[in-house]
Structures are given as C-alpha cells and as structure tokens.
C-alpha cells in the first residue's frame, strides 16, 4: 500500500519522476490528515461533562472519521493503479488506421478510469468535510484550531484531487462523459469550498487576538 | 521523529486525543508533501530538451525543495517539543501570590516557543511556495497538475500552522510580543495565499474543459 510506510519514503516516492504516487495520492494523504484532526477533536471531546449532549454524535464521528480516514488511505492505491496503464496507453502505436483504432479504445477506458479515481478521492473528502463541519460545531473548543486545520486541509484534498480529474477528462474524445465529471468535480468543489472556508472564518474570529 | 513512521501510524497518533502530534505536526507533513510535489514536477523536467534553458534553475529547485522538504519534517518534532510544556505549565498551581507569578513566567515562555515553533513552519513553508511558483514556470507543462496540488497543499500547510499561532499568542499576557508574531503570521498568510492561489488559477485555466 502506498501509505502503509514510511511517511519519509512516501515523500521521497512522491518526490520522484515516477508518475505514481503523484498528486492523486498526495491529495488522498491529505485527506487523510483531515479526517485524522477531526478525529482528534472527537477524541478530545469524548467524556467530558460538557459536552455530554453531543455524546452519541461524537461516538458516531469518531467511527465515521476512521472509516473515511481508512478509505482515503486505500483510495491513494485505487488512484495509482487507475493512473499506471495511462502512461502505457499513450505509448502505443498509431501508425495504422486498426492501431489509431485500438488505441482510442484503449484510451477511453483509462482515461474514464483515471478521472473516476480522484473523483472517488472528493467524494470521501466531501464526507470527511460534513464530520468536520460537525465535529467544529459540537466538540470542545480546547480543539477548535485542529478542527480549523482539518478544514483547510480537506479543501485542499478537494482542489488537489479535482486537478486529477480535470487533466484526465481533457485528454477524453468522449465529451459528453468528460462534461458530466467535471461537472461532478466543480459540484463538490463549490460546496465543499463554502462548508470548509465557513468553518475556517468561524475558528479565525474564534482565535483573533 | 514524529514523521519519520509508518503514515498509517502518524494518523492514529494525530487522530488521537495525545496533545501532539496535532495541527502543528500535520502541517508540517502537509508542507512537506508540497515540497515533494515541487520535487517531482522538477524531476520530471530535468534533462528534458524542452526545458534545457532552465536546467540550472530546475537543478536548484531540486536541491532546494529536498532541503525545506527536510526541514519541514524536522519541524513537526520543534513543534511537537515547544508544545508539549504547555499542557503542564497550564496545570501548575496558582493558589499563592508566588505560585502565581512563577506560574506567569513560565507561561511566558513556553506561549513564546509554542507560537514560534508553527511561525517557523510558515516560514518555510513560504520558501516552498517560492520554489513551486518557479517549478509552475518553469516546469514541464505534462507535470502542471501536480505544481497545483503543490501549491493548494501549500497554502493548507500555511493557514493550519497559522491557527496555532493564533491560539497560543491569544494566550500571551505580553500584547507587544503577541501583536508582533501575528503580523508575522498573517503577513507570511497574505503574501502566500496570494502566489499559491495565483499558481492555482493559472493551472486551472490550463487544464479547464
């Protein structure tokens, strides 16, 4: 698995000319980062007099953040391998009119499948950003910077992954097919932004000294 | 080293209710990943016929991202050791006048190196930015994506040490000095945010369809 290591190895794998794990991956790790921070809000909530009425959501959060942290962690595989055969595709020979056919063929599933990875990547984020939502409004408020730091990483993860999308589908001959994903892309980039830049603004007044 | 682990690994630690790793840590790791990210757009580009103008640049850019890359990761333990005294300093007793005003000076000290520790995050998190603008520039076109999630992930790296900055100078008695550090935040958050969003926008233009 490409985050089941060395986080110092990952960098450095990151860091190479290969073409995984690229901005794909990096965008699921971030992702990842930020359901971890929510997380440690919930945990950082949990038990305390306080907050005892939001008890079961939190409960519920800290399962829910796991999950999706997990998800996001087995996502950045799911993206490198959709984004492997991309590289090979686009070396195979064009010379005659059955090879130009072939590979077009070729082409239009890897590159379908190259874009639907990362748009998997937002949709889990988009997931992590309605726990963070929460998590912000009904955890303590000892944590509210992490809960701050998850928002602003998740966007992140969004607008990392949807680049992912974005140069998939402008490379497909099939426009109708690449309309409807970036389509999919700008949806959850849009609400996603607005959720994660509110709870931001919210912890900066919070914190404004 | 906090970083130097298994990734699977740091997220449980930072999804944990442990007061480090937190947002200070995950920041660094997510700065860290756009200096990796920097480092392959520059990797895929050197050598390259192309871009022979700026292979000294691009060999530059390759020497200077592994290095703040580097450092980022050793800023995650700064932070994580600057912040570790204050969960106790805030336990100390303060029942006599003398209790007190011991209580006040080590606060002093320990609010002062817990907000550097993530200023110094955002500094080098700065000197990123300066080289993923060029590598945008400069870099290969069939890498561009992957300059976007550097510099989205940037930004992220850059406001989520921001708010623990925040959260410790709004603890400090000493208004000069806390006054003084949150300019410097939020100038490093002004200048930033204004070139990584401007890489941003450049690489979507580039791959909108």
Do not use: W
């Amino acid at each position: 698995m490409i985050l089941d290591k060395n986080f110092n190895m990952f960098l450095e794998e990151l860091a190479s000319s290969a073409p995984v794990p690229g901005g794909g991956g990096a965008s699921a790790a971030c992702g990842s980062l930020a359901a971890a921070l929510a997380s440690m809000v919930a945990n950082l909530t949990t038990g305390k007099k306080k907050y005892a009425q939001y008890e079961e959501d939190i409960q519920r959060i800290l399962r829910e953040a796991e999950e999706k942290r997990n998800a996001l962690v087995a996502l950045a595989d799911a993206d490198a391998e959709a984004f492997a055969p991309l590289a090979k595709a686009y070396s195979l020979p064009k010379n005659t009119e059955e090879e130009i056919a072939y590979r077009e063929e070729v082409m239009k599933k890897v590159l379908y499948d190259a874009s639907i990875a990362p748009l998997r990547i937002m949709e889990t984020v988009s997931e992590v950003i309605l726990l963070i939502e929460e998590v912000a409004e009904k955890g303590s408020v000892m944590a509210l910077s992490d809960a701050g730091v998850a928002a602003v990483f998740a966007e992140a993860a969004l607008k990392g992954a949807s680049l992912n999308v974005f140069i998939n589908t402008k490379s497909m001959k099939d426009r109708d097919t690449a309309d409807e994903l970036n389509a999919k892309a700008h949806a959850l980039i849009a609400d996603g932004s607005a959720r994660t830049e509110a709870v931001f603004s919210k912890v900066m007044k919070r914190l404004d000294n």
